[in-house]
Nanobody, 129 residues
Framework: QVQLVESGGGLVQPGGALRLSCATS????????MSWVRQAPGKGHEWVSG????????AYADSVKGRFTISRDNAKNTLYLQMNSLKSEDTAVYYC??????????????????????WGQGTQVTVSS
């Protein structure tokens, strides 16, 4: 049974930080490139960040570049997102997503859930004073 379980969300003040985790099981984590995708209230999905199956290459949306850092621990089958200097516009449900990787340099950059092989249930991040 495939599972992607996000955690680490919560309420934080503007300028604060959070670290999201996505614990996975039921599939070969090292064969999958991973992404974080978010959905703000009343809006569509937005791709946030992604990295290769080996974790060597990363990519970020312009809206989070310089503030967020994506990483993975393949020994623990876990994906992370370190979020610093949070802004109110970062308020959203954050999902982790997995897409099978056919190459070492592949990073999924789509926001569409149907483009991924696996998708988590999401964790709420609220940035407010």
């Amino acid at each position: 049974q495939v599972q992607l379980v996000e955690s680490g969300g919560g309420l934080v003040q503007p300028g604060g930080a959070l670290r999201l985790s996505c614990a996975t099981s039921g599939f070969t984590f090292t064969n999958y490139a991973m992404s974080w995708v978010r959905q703000a209230p009343g809006k569509g999905h937005e791709w946030v960040s992604g990295l290769t199956a080996g974790g060597v290459r990363t990519a970020y949306a312009d809206s989070v570049k310089g503030r967020f850092t994506i990483s993975r621990d393949n020994a623990k089958n876990t994906l992370y997102l370190q979020m610093n200097s949070l802004k109110s516009e970062d308020t959203a449900v954050y999902y982790c997503a997995a897409k099978v990787s056919g190459s070492w340099y592949f990073i999924p950059t789509t926001h569409e859930p149907q483009s991924y092989d696996y998708w988590g249930q999401g964790t709420q991040v609220t940035v407010s004073s």
